[in-house]
């Protein structure tokens, strides 16, 4: 039901997924300026090595006739050569480093974090009294809480993805670089991100309700927890329908078409919350226009 109501409301108020579309065209130009001065050299001694070359290679022949043997073998010859490069390149092992830790661990994750509490007062607008509020000023006048949110959110995300890396790890150990890897990377990625999705499914929705950032973050865990069957299968079906139709957009459409499936999926992810927490706590909703009563059955 959540998931069903969510994307009926997506979609009758697609341009929110325009407006988070321009949110991360200017945070990833931030982004941008702040990895160039780890990326370069990285980059230029990857391409010395062959790799960009040899990921073309592979992709030529999964689009010729090598298949998908071809492609797995071009992929693990690439593998190859990004390990030489590393093991015989100590600047660029620290670069990358670096690169990790400064960039994607914390930039990253703080600036892609700003956009969840202002995107779910917009929500929230228009789900509880079918306001139309802006994305600019929600973002402006939340900022500060936003902040907040994203500075207590940053070190819970960075903590099941490294749990994340390390059952994929193990799992590469246990059956090896084989065609059978990438399938079970993707299935660990979907049980993973499921997970934290529904952990943290209600949080923006309860602080742009006016709780407070660990107060929001408590009721959360108590719905997850109180309703995980019903909430997780949610994001286990959105999760997969995320990775399926990225993966068919990327192979398609040569990645253009990502353009607009990473806003349109960040929306969805957030309208998938805060139904989640409407209906996890009785409050009544429009859904394109109509009001509903979710059952109180489910309310807690």
Same mark, same amino acid.
């Given at each position: 039901?959540?998931?069903?109501?969510?994307?009926?409301?997506?979609?009758?108020?697609? $341009?929110? *997924?325009?407006?988070?579309?321009?949110?991360?065209?200017?945070c990833?130009?931030?982004?941008v300026?702040?990895?160039? %001065?780890?990326?370069? &050299?990285?980059?230029?001694?990857?391409?010395n090595? $062959?790799?960009?070359?040899?990921?073309?290679?592979?992709?030529?022949?999964?689009?010729?006739?090598?298949?998908?043997?071809?492609?797995?073998?071009?992929?693990?010859d *690439?593998?190859?050569?990004?390990?030489?490069?590393?093991?015989?390149?100590?600047?660029?092992?620290?670069?990358t480093t670096?690169?990790?830790?400064?960039?994607?661990?914390v930039?990253?994750?703080?600036?892609?974090g700003?956009?969840?509490? &202002?995107?779910?007062?917009?929500?929230?607008?228009?789900?509880s009294?079918?306001?139309?509020?802006?994305f600019?000023?929600?973002?402006?006048?939340?900022?500060?809480?936003?902040?907040?949110?994203s500075?207590?959110?940053?070190?819970?995300?960075?903590?099941?993805?490294?749990?994340?890396?390390?059952?994929?790890?193990?799992?590469?150990?246990?059956?090896?670089?084989?065609?059978?890897? %990438?399938? *079970?990377?993707?299935?660990?990625?979907?049980?993973?991100?499921?997970?934290?999705?529904?952990l943290?499914?209600?949080?923006?929705?309860g602080?742009? $309700?006016?709780?407070?950032?660990?107060?929001?973050?408590?009721?959360?865990?108590?719905?997850?927890?109180?309703?995980?069957?019903?909430?997780?299968?949610?994001?286990?079906?959105?999760?997969?329908?995320?990775?399926?139709?990225?993966?068919?957009? +990327?192979?398609?459409?040569?990645?253009?078409?990502?353009?607009?499936?990473?806003p349109?999926?960040?929306?969805?992810l957030?309208?998938?919350?805060?139904?989640? @927490? @409407?209906?996890?706590?009785?409050?009544?909703?429009?859904?394109? $226009?109509?009001?509903f +009563? %979710? %059952?109180?059955?489910? *309310?807690?």
């Open positions: 039901m959540s998931f069903k109501n969510a994307f009926k409301n997506l979609i009758a108020h697609f $341009g929110i *997924v325009w407006a988070v579309l321009l949110y991360l065209i200017i990833s130009a931030i982004i300026g702040l990895s160039l %001065p780890f990326i370069l &050299p990285v980059a230029s001694a990857l391409k090595a $062959g790799v960009f070359e040899g990921i073309g290679n592979a992709f030529t022949v999964l689009m010729g006739e090598g298949g998908w043997n071809g492609f797995w073998d071009g992929l693990f *690439v593998y190859s050569k990004v390990v030489h490069v590393f093991a015989s390149n100590s600047r660029v092992a620290s670069l670096m690169f990790v830790i400064f960039v994607v661990l930039a990253f994750r703080f600036f892609f700003l956009y969840e509490v &202002p995107l779910a007062t917009v929500l929230d607008g228009r789900m009294c079918n306001a139309n509020y802006g600019g000023g929600k973002f402006i006048s939340t900022l500060g809480v936003s902040v907040r949110f500075l207590a959110k940053m070190p819970i995300m960075i903590a099941i993805d490294a749990a994340t890396f390390a059952i994929i790890y193990g799992f590469a150990q246990l059956i090896g670089i084989s065609v059978a890897l %990438p399938f *079970v990377i993707i299935l660990v990625i979907i049980v993973m991100r499921a997970f934290r999705s529904s943290t499914s209600c949080w923006a929705s602080v742009a $309700g006016g709780m407070g950032v660990i107060k929001g973050f408590a009721r959360s865990c108590e719905i997850c927890f109180k309703r995980f069957g019903s909430i997780y299968s949610t994001y286990i079906i959105m999760w997969i329908l995320v990775i399926a139709c990225g993966l068919f957009v +990327t192979i398609f459409t040569l990645g253009v078409g990502l353009i607009v499936a990473f349109f999926a960040m929306a969805c957030s309208y998938i919350g805060i139904t989640i @927490y @409407y209906n996890k706590t009785g409050k009544r909703y429009y859904i394109d $226009g109509t009001v +009563t %979710p %059952p109180t059955e489910n *309310v807690l």
